[in-house]
Protein backbone atom coordinates (compact mmCIF):
# COMPACT_ATOMS: atom_id res chain seq x y z
CA UNK A 1 0.00 0.00 0.00
CA UNK A 2 0.67 3.42 -0.90
CA UNK A 3 2.77 5.12 2.43
CA UNK A 4 5.31 7.29 3.76
CA UNK A 5 7.34 7.16 6.67
CA UNK A 6 8.90 10.53 8.59
CA UNK A 7 12.04 8.05 10.62
CA UNK A 8 12.67 10.93 12.80
CA UNK A 9 9.92 12.48 14.95
CA UNK A 10 11.89 15.02 16.41
CA UNK A 11 15.33 16.82 15.28
CA UNK A 12 17.12 19.31 16.49
CA UNK A 13 20.05 21.73 15.24
CA UNK A 14 21.90 24.58 15.80
CA UNK A 15 20.79 27.98 14.43
CA UNK A 16 23.06 28.41 11.21
CA UNK A 17 23.30 24.82 11.21
CA UNK A 18 22.83 22.79 8.08
CA UNK A 19 19.40 20.32 8.03
CA UNK A 20 18.10 17.56 6.51
CA UNK A 21 14.91 15.65 7.39
CA UNK A 22 14.22 12.47 6.01
CA UNK A 23 11.12 10.76 4.22
CA UNK A 24 10.69 7.35 2.66
CA UNK A 25 7.66 7.09 0.51
CA UNK A 26 6.35 3.42 -0.81
CA UNK A 27 4.51 4.02 -4.23
CA UNK A 28 3.85 2.12 -7.47
CA UNK A 29 5.62 4.12 -10.21
CA UNK A 30 6.66 7.30 -10.34
CA UNK A 31 4.98 9.68 -7.28
CA UNK A 32 3.74 13.43 -6.96
CA UNK A 33 5.73 14.29 -3.75
CA UNK A 34 5.50 17.00 -1.79
CA UNK A 35 7.03 18.48 1.43
CA UNK A 36 4.65 20.65 3.73
CA UNK A 37 5.31 23.26 7.08
CA UNK A 38 3.32 23.94 10.16
CA UNK A 39 3.74 26.63 11.75
CA UNK A 40 2.85 26.77 15.61
CA UNK A 41 -1.06 26.87 15.61
CA UNK A 42 -1.33 27.47 11.88
CA UNK A 43 -2.22 25.25 9.10
CA UNK A 44 -0.13 23.63 6.36
CA UNK A 45 1.66 25.70 4.02
CA UNK A 46 3.42 24.39 0.95
CA UNK A 47 7.58 23.89 0.98
CA UNK A 48 8.19 22.45 -2.51
CA UNK A 49 6.41 19.87 -4.90
CA UNK A 50 8.38 16.90 -6.81
CA UNK A 51 6.53 15.98 -10.51
CA UNK A 52 8.93 13.41 -12.65
CA UNK A 53 11.18 15.42 -13.77
CA UNK A 54 14.67 17.28 -12.10
CA UNK A 55 15.04 15.09 -9.19
CA UNK A 56 16.50 18.01 -6.87
CA UNK A 57 13.55 20.55 -6.49
CA UNK A 58 13.99 24.30 -5.14
CA UNK A 59 11.32 25.34 -2.68
CA UNK A 60 11.08 28.52 -0.65
CA UNK A 61 13.10 29.92 2.18
CA UNK A 62 16.16 27.92 0.80
CA UNK A 63 15.05 24.26 1.47
CA UNK A 64 15.04 22.09 -1.45
CA UNK A 65 14.60 17.96 -1.84
CA UNK A 66 15.96 14.96 -3.63
CA UNK A 67 14.04 12.52 -5.45
CA UNK A 68 15.58 9.21 -5.59
CA UNK A 69 13.82 6.04 -6.89
CA UNK A 70 16.57 3.93 -5.95
CA UNK A 71 16.10 4.45 -2.34
CA UNK A 72 12.38 5.55 -2.28
CA UNK A 73 13.14 8.73 -0.22
CA UNK A 74 12.59 12.52 -1.03
CA UNK A 75 14.88 14.15 1.86
CA UNK A 76 14.51 17.98 2.81
CA UNK A 77 17.39 20.02 2.98
CA UNK A 78 18.69 23.20 3.78
CA UNK A 79 22.07 24.59 4.07
CA UNK A 80 21.41 27.11 7.24
CA UNK A 81 18.76 27.14 9.17
CA UNK A 82 17.10 30.00 10.99
CA UNK A 83 15.42 29.62 14.01
CA UNK A 84 12.27 30.54 12.23
CA UNK A 85 12.53 27.29 10.68
CA UNK A 86 11.44 26.42 14.01
CA UNK A 87 7.93 23.94 13.06
CA UNK A 88 6.89 20.35 11.79
CA UNK A 89 7.58 19.49 8.29
CA UNK A 90 5.40 16.81 6.89
CA UNK A 91 6.14 14.93 3.85
CA UNK A 92 3.62 13.51 1.37
CA UNK A 93 2.62 11.72 -1.28
CA UNK A 94 -0.23 11.79 -4.08
CA UNK A 95 -2.55 8.80 -4.62
CA UNK A 96 -5.62 8.46 -6.38
CA UNK A 97 -7.28 11.97 -6.00
CA UNK A 98 -5.65 12.10 -2.69
CA UNK A 99 -2.59 12.93 -0.10
CA UNK A 100 -1.22 10.52 2.09
CA UNK A 101 0.88 12.29 4.89
CA UNK A 102 3.87 11.17 6.82
CA UNK A 103 3.58 11.94 10.52
CA UNK A 104 5.90 14.72 10.66
CA UNK A 105 9.03 15.84 12.50
CA UNK A 106 8.93 18.61 14.79
CA UNK A 107 12.08 20.53 14.28
CA UNK A 108 13.62 22.76 16.70
CA UNK A 109 16.67 25.34 16.48
CA UNK A 110 19.29 25.65 19.46
CA UNK A 111 20.41 29.20 19.47
CA UNK B 1 -3.98 35.08 -2.77
CA UNK B 2 -5.58 31.67 -1.98
CA UNK B 3 -8.00 31.62 1.16
CA UNK B 4 -9.34 28.98 2.92
CA UNK B 5 -11.12 29.90 5.81
CA UNK B 6 -12.99 28.12 8.71
CA UNK B 7 -15.91 28.18 11.19
CA UNK B 8 -15.39 28.12 13.88
CA UNK B 9 -11.83 28.16 15.12
CA UNK B 10 -12.44 26.37 18.19
CA UNK B 11 -15.46 24.70 19.68
CA UNK B 12 -16.78 22.91 22.68
CA UNK B 13 -19.04 20.00 22.24
CA UNK B 14 -20.73 18.07 24.41
CA UNK B 15 -20.72 14.26 23.70
CA UNK B 16 -23.77 12.94 21.54
CA UNK B 17 -24.22 15.96 20.54
CA UNK B 18 -24.25 17.37 16.85
CA UNK B 19 -21.16 19.65 15.43
CA UNK B 20 -20.96 20.93 11.98
CA UNK B 21 -17.94 22.45 11.10
CA UNK B 22 -17.96 24.71 8.15
CA UNK B 23 -15.15 25.92 5.05
CA UNK B 24 -14.97 28.56 2.54
CA UNK B 25 -12.71 29.10 0.19
CA UNK B 26 -12.38 31.52 -2.62
CA UNK B 27 -9.61 29.80 -4.84
CA UNK B 28 -12.52 28.60 -7.14
CA UNK B 29 -11.03 25.54 -6.38
CA UNK B 30 -12.72 21.91 -7.81
CA UNK B 31 -10.82 19.74 -4.80
CA UNK B 32 -12.07 20.28 -1.10
CA UNK B 33 -11.01 18.39 1.92
CA UNK B 34 -11.52 17.72 5.83
CA UNK B 35 -8.33 16.82 7.55
CA UNK B 36 -7.96 15.55 11.02
CA UNK B 37 -4.64 15.87 12.87
CA UNK B 38 -4.06 14.78 16.44
CA UNK B 39 -1.14 15.58 18.57
CA UNK B 40 1.46 13.63 18.07
CA UNK B 41 0.14 12.30 14.14
CA UNK B 42 -0.08 13.58 10.96
CA UNK B 43 -3.41 14.81 9.04
CA UNK B 44 -5.75 11.94 8.40
CA UNK B 45 -8.05 12.55 5.58
CA UNK B 46 -11.82 12.31 6.27
CA UNK B 47 -14.04 13.22 3.24
CA UNK B 48 -12.87 14.77 -0.08
CA UNK B 49 -14.81 16.43 -2.77
CA UNK B 50 -14.05 17.28 -6.30
CA UNK B 51 -17.32 18.67 -7.40
CA UNK B 52 -20.14 20.62 -5.68
CA UNK B 53 -23.05 17.76 -4.42
CA UNK B 54 -20.45 14.64 -4.22
CA UNK B 55 -18.10 13.89 -1.25
CA UNK B 56 -16.08 11.32 -0.96
CA UNK B 57 -14.83 8.69 1.68
CA UNK B 58 -11.04 9.60 3.08
CA UNK B 59 -9.49 6.92 5.00
CA UNK B 60 -11.15 7.71 8.17
CA UNK B 61 -14.81 8.82 7.30
CA UNK B 62 -16.44 6.56 10.07
CA UNK B 63 -18.59 8.95 12.28
CA UNK B 64 -18.15 12.11 9.94
CA UNK B 65 -20.71 12.84 7.39
CA UNK B 66 -19.65 15.86 4.53
CA UNK B 67 -21.49 18.15 2.22
CA UNK B 68 -20.93 20.04 -0.32
CA UNK B 69 -23.63 22.22 -1.57
CA UNK B 70 -21.33 24.52 -3.93
CA UNK B 71 -17.81 24.92 -5.19
CA UNK B 72 -17.13 27.10 -2.36
CA UNK B 73 -18.27 25.80 0.67
CA UNK B 74 -17.82 22.22 1.75
CA UNK B 75 -18.87 21.27 5.89
CA UNK B 76 -17.84 18.35 7.73
CA UNK B 77 -20.94 16.90 10.23
CA UNK B 78 -20.77 15.09 13.56
CA UNK B 79 -24.23 13.78 13.98
CA UNK B 80 -22.85 12.06 17.59
CA UNK B 81 -20.48 13.72 18.76
CA UNK B 82 -17.85 11.08 20.39
CA UNK B 83 -15.02 12.04 23.09
CA UNK B 84 -12.40 10.45 20.57
CA UNK B 85 -13.36 12.83 17.61
CA UNK B 86 -11.66 15.78 20.04
CA UNK B 87 -8.98 16.87 17.45
CA UNK B 88 -7.74 19.83 15.46
CA UNK B 89 -9.88 19.78 12.16
CA UNK B 90 -8.56 21.02 8.84
CA UNK B 91 -9.64 22.29 5.90
CA UNK B 92 -7.78 22.65 2.47
CA UNK B 93 -8.47 22.89 -1.34
CA UNK B 94 -6.84 22.39 -4.49
CA UNK B 95 -7.32 23.06 -8.02
CA UNK B 96 -6.34 18.85 -9.26
CA UNK B 97 -5.90 16.38 -6.98
CA UNK B 98 -2.22 16.20 -7.43
CA UNK B 99 -2.01 19.98 -7.10
CA UNK B 100 -0.69 21.96 -3.78
CA UNK B 101 -3.31 22.09 -1.07
CA UNK B 102 -4.15 25.58 0.25
CA UNK B 103 -4.80 24.83 3.99
CA UNK B 104 -7.33 26.65 6.15
CA UNK B 105 -6.01 27.97 9.56
CA UNK B 106 -7.92 24.77 11.00
CA UNK B 107 -10.87 23.89 14.12
CA UNK B 108 -9.74 23.00 17.50
CA UNK B 109 -13.08 20.79 18.50
CA UNK B 110 -13.06 19.84 22.42
CA UNK B 111 -15.60 17.10 23.29
CA UNK B 112 -16.67 16.53 26.70
Known amino acids: AQSVTQPDARVTVSEGASLQLRCKYS??????LFWYVQYPRQGLQLLLK??????VVQGVNGFEAEFSKSNSSFHLRKASVHWSDWAVYFC?????????FGQGTKLSIKP | EAAVTQSPRSKVAVTGGKVTLSCHQT?????MYWYRQDTGHGLRLIHY???????EKGDIPDGYKASRPSQENFSLILELASLSQTAVYFC???????????FGPGTRLTVL
Open chain 2, 92 to 102: ASSEEGYAEQF
Open chain 1, 27 to 32: YFGTPY
Open chain 2, 27 to 31: NNHDY
Open chain 1, 50 to 55: YYPGDP
Open chain 2, 49 to 55: SYVADST
Open chain 1, 92 to 100: AVYNQGKLI
